[in-house]
């Protein structure tokens, strides 16, 4: 299995402009998580599906996130519009179950300028 | 309101010397707890975990003790090596509810 894939990987933008993050998780894997890790806050949780509904996403800072699923292999974070303190890494973790080992991707470097 | 603290942001260890890696908690009600390890530029990885039920968990050179009673928990690398060197971040969880990750320590074991 190729694990969790994100893209992009690194992703530049100026103020205002929207951004799209993408996150594949592991096939079979039932639990999608996205994360976003500061040099502050360290990671938080933003929010996470459940058999692609959302069940909490309490973490999500405001209404310019959203997050969707459509389907079981693929998920989006929306940034909309875009501000330079959403720089950060952003990450999605897929598992089969909770509580659980968490599988996460190689991450998408935010940076808002 | 930081739930899953690591008090610690760096340690460094001789090679082959045991690392000791520190976990406080807040949350009672954690009932699982996890540490993964970083490497720059990837994903966090999963490297062992532990239910409240037990206090001790062994995986290789990786053990993890839990201490209920104190809201703690620690990793011990025996032997540490260079491959060790990483950020390493403990985290907790409540039944089916999400985690809670520490702000992480970074290890280097010098060759």
Request: glycine letters at 6%.
């Amino acid at each position: 299995d190729a694990g969790v894939i994100q893209s992009p990987r690194h992703e530049v933008t100026e103020m205002g402009q929207e951004v799209t993050l993408r996150c594949k998780p592991i096939s079979g894997h039932d639990y999608l998580f996205w994360y976003r890790q500061t040099m502050m806050r360290g990671l938080e949780l933003l929010i996470y599906f459940n058999n692609n509904v959302p069940i909490d996403d309490s973490g999500m800072p405001e209404d310019r996130f959203s997050a969707k699923m459509p389907n079981a292999s693929f998920s989006t974070l929306k940034i909309q519009p875009s501000e330079p303190r959403d720089s950060a890494v952003y990450f999605c973790a897929s598992s089969l179950r909770t509580p659980g080992e968490q599988f996460f991707g190689p991450g998408t470097r935010l940076t808002v300028l | 309101d930081q739930q899953v603290k690591q008090n610690s942001p760096s340690l460094s260890v001789q090679e082959g010397r045991i690392s000791i890696l520190n976990c406080d908690y807040t949350n009672s009600m954690f009932d699982y707890f996890l540490w993964y390890k970083k490497y720059p530029a990837e994903g966090p990885t999963f490297l062992i975990s532990i239910s409240s039920i037990k206090d001790k968990n062994e995986d290789g050179s990786f053990t993890v003790f839990l201490n209920k009673s104190a809201k703690h928990l620690s990793l011990h690398i025996v032997p540490s090596q260079p491959g060790d060197s990483a950020v390493y971040f403990c985290a907790a969880q409540t039944g089916a509810n999400n985690l809670f990750f520490g702000t992480g320590t970074r290890l280097t074991v010098i060759p």
